[in-house]
Each structure stands twice: as C-alpha cells, then as structure tokens.
C-alpha cells in the first residue's frame, strides 16, 4: 500500500506558478512511478505529467509541455509538480498517483486505470 497526500494547490493569476507536492507513505516509493492527473468540472479525470519510478522517463501530456516540469525525489519519498505560465484552462482538481510499471512503451501513462494509488487531490484555481 502507498498512501500519497498533495500539497501546493490555491489560487494564481494567469501568468502566474505554483508548486505541487506529493508526499508518499507505505510500500517502498522508489519502485513506483508517479503521476500527476487533473479534473476539472464536468470533465474526465486526465494525465497531466508522469516520471518513471528513476526519474529518467518522464511523460506530458501536449497542453502543458514546456510550462510543467514534474519531478520526483525518492529519498525523501516525494514527487512535485512544477506549473509555470498557468491559464484560467488549467484550473481543475490535481491528483498524485502512483503505479508499478514493469515496462515503458510510448502510452505508458495511460490510461487512468492502470494508476493503483491516489492521493485526495488538491485544487488550483488560474484566475484571468
């Protein structure tokens, strides 16, 4: 079992950063890989950003790459979120996850489904 609680989330201008944090529990986090979902109201849970349980494979989704950077330090058990440049578009619940991936193919991040670990989410409001 992984327990992941998040951390980071409020309100920015657009324009504006924000730093989310995962903090992870339980079963070992250095064999898992992280994920970081969004959802927002009245839309589908959706995978933002993703890294490999070494840090040396990382996943984004096109709508935020180059503004998020997603990291992950295992020996303190944590994962962050990096958000730079925030649009009112990004507003939405964010989600840690966390899963055990035994290979990386090109969709490896997908779908939701497959994450077996969710923290409670927290909330980023981008405000125009």
């Known amino acids: 079992q992984v327990q992941l609680v998040e951390s980071g989330g409020g309100l920015v201008q657009a324009g504006g950063s924000l730093r989310l944090s995962c903090a992870a529990s339980?079963?070992?986090?250095?064999?898992?890989?992280m994920g970081w979902f969004r959802q927002a109201p009245g839309k589908e849970r959706e995978i933002v950003a993703a890294i490999s349980e070494s840090g040396g494979i990382t996943y984004y989704t096109d709508s935020v790459k180059g503004r998020f950077t997603i990291s992950k330090d295992t020996a303190k058990n944590t994962g962050n979120l990096q958000m730079n440049s925030l649009k009112p578009e990004d507003t939405a619940v964010y989600y840690c996850?966390?899963?055990?991936?035994?290979?990386?193919?090109?969709?490896?991040?997908?779908?939701?489904?497959?994450?077996?670990?969710w923290g409670q989410g927290t909330q980023v409001t981008v405000s125009s």
């Open positions: 996850a966390a899963r055990f991936v035994r290979t990386y193919g090109s969709n490896w991040a997908e779908p939701k489904e497959s994450w077996d670990y």
């Open positions: 339980g079963r070992a986090f250095n064999i898992y890989a």
